[in-house]
């Protein structure tokens, strides 16, 4: 593998980004609300993570349970505020009640991001056909990765798509980077990584006493050593 892989790891506060940071993690997603799957967090906690770590912050941009956009223009709004907080870098996806995607609701709200790059989150996992999403999002301004875990269930039942769309990278829709995240355990790993995916997102595993409490440096610093051990 010609460059390190990326470990992205889910914060909910500053004490969550510090700890991300000295384990070894790439970039942080930003969030609150858990229980619901996360959901948007505040201006001022992504102000304050800002101005405590030096890593690369995704903030979600989702402010309700489920895929439907809801309300877009305080979506828009939302993304305003994100950036003035100083988030350059975000994360959204959002589906029709049919299970496409709602292009006319991520269109919006990524031409207020200016640019920014961004992630298409698990929606995808839920869409009725991932690859005309992945076909319709193609050329969208500032898309560079795709966080799934192949299937709705988690990746021990999505490896064989996330290993088929690997093998897809470089056609038209497939350019964007595979994020795992979603079950993903250390044992899938060394599979993951031979099949050339370089992206890793990880949640509860980076919490050894769950979602409530913090994450671990240790846990991290796990996932740091195992990824450039197995990409070495």
């Not at 858990?34 to 989702?62: E, F, K, N």
């Not at 795709?146 to 470089?170: C, D, H, M, S």
Request: proline fraction near 3%.
């Amino acid at each position: 593998m010609s460059k390190r892989a990326v470990l992205e790891v889910i914060a909910l506060d500053v004490e969550d980004a510090v700890a991300a940071q000295a384990g070894g993690a790439d970039r942080l997603e930003l969030v609150t609300e858990m229980a619901a799957d996360g959901l948007t967090p505040s201006p001022a906690t992504v102000a304050r993570i800002r101005a405590a770590v030096d890593i690369d912050l995704r903030v979600m941009l989702r402010l309700a349970d489920g895929f439907a956009a809801g309300d877009v223009e305080r979506l828009v709004g939302v993304a305003g505020e994100m950036r003035d907080a100083g988030a350059d870098q975000f994360v959204l996806g959002f589906l029709d009640a049919g299970g496409g995607v709602d292009l006319a609701a991520v269109e919006r709200v990524v031409g207020a991001l200016g640019g920014c790059r961004w992630t298409f989150h698990r929606a995808i996992d839920r869409a009725a056909d991932r690859d005309a999403l992945r076909k319709q999002l193609a050329d969208l301004p500032g898309l560079d990765t795709y966080l799934t875990a192949g299937a709705a269930e988690g990746v021990g039942e999505g490896l064989p798509t996330l290993l088929a769309e690997a093998a897809r990278t470089g056609e038209p829709g497939y350019e964007q980077r595979i994020l795992v995240g979603g079950g993903l355990n250390l044992a899938h790993v060394p599979q993951l990584l031979a099949a050339g995916i370089e992206g890793f997102h990880i949640g509860g595993a980076a919490r050894p006493s769950g979602w409530a409490g913090p994450v671990s440096a240790e846990a991290v610093a796990q996932w740091r050593t195992m990824l450039d051990g197995a990409a070495a």
